[in-house]
C-alpha cells in the first residue's frame, strides 16, 4: 500500500515555474514508476510524464516536452515535476500517481495509487 500527498501547487503568471513534490508512504515507492497527470473538471486525466523505478527512463507528453521535468528521489520517497515557463492550457489539477510496477506508461489504468491532487493556475 501506498499512499501519495502532492504539494507545490499554486498561482504563477505565464512564463513563470512552479516545482509540484509528490511524498509517498511505504517500503515499496522505490520499486514503483511513477506519473504526473493533470485533469479539468469534466474531462478525461491527462498524461503529462512518467518516470520508471530507476529514475533512468522518462516519458512526456508532447505539450510539457522542453518545459516539464519529471524526477525522483527514492531515498526520500518522493518524485518531482519541475515546471518551467508555464503557459495558461496548463492550468489544471495536477495528481501523482504509482503503478505498482517498476515501468508504466501513459494510461490512468497503468496506476495503481493516486494522490488528492495539487491545483496549478496559470494567470496571463
Known amino acids: 500500500q501506498v499512499q501519495l500527498e502532492e504539494s507545490g501547487g499554486g498561482l504563477v503568471q505565464a512564463g513563470g515555474s512552479l516545482r509540484l513534490s509528490c511524498a509517498a508512504s511505504?517500503?515499496?515507492?522505490?520499486?514503483?514508476?511513477m506519473g504526473w497527470f493533470r485533469q479539468t473538471p469534466g474531462k478525461e486525466r491527462e498524461f503529462v510524464a512518467s518516470?520508471?523505478?530507476?529514475?533512468?527512463?522518462?516519458g512526456y507528453t508532447d505539450s510539457v516536452k522542453g518545459r516539464f521535468t519529471i524526477s525522483r528521489d527514492n531515498a526520500n520517497n518522493t518524485v518531482y515535476l519541475q515546471m518551467n515557463n508555464l503557459k495558461l492550457e496548463d492550468t489544471d489539477v495536477y495528481y501523482c500517481?504509482?503503478?505498482?510496477?517498476?515501468?508504466?506508461?501513459?494510461?490512468?489504468?497503468?496506476?495503481?495509487?493516486w494522490g488528492q491532487g495539487t491545483q496549478v493556475t496559470v494567470s496571463s
Open positions: 518516470i520508471s523505478w530507476t529514475g533512468y527512463s522518462t
Open positions: 511505504g517500503r515499496a515507492f522505490s520499486t514503483y514508476a
Open positions: 500517481a504509482a503503478a505498482g510496477s517498476r515501468v508504466a506508461g501513459r494510461r490512468p489504468s497503468e496506476y495503481k495509487y
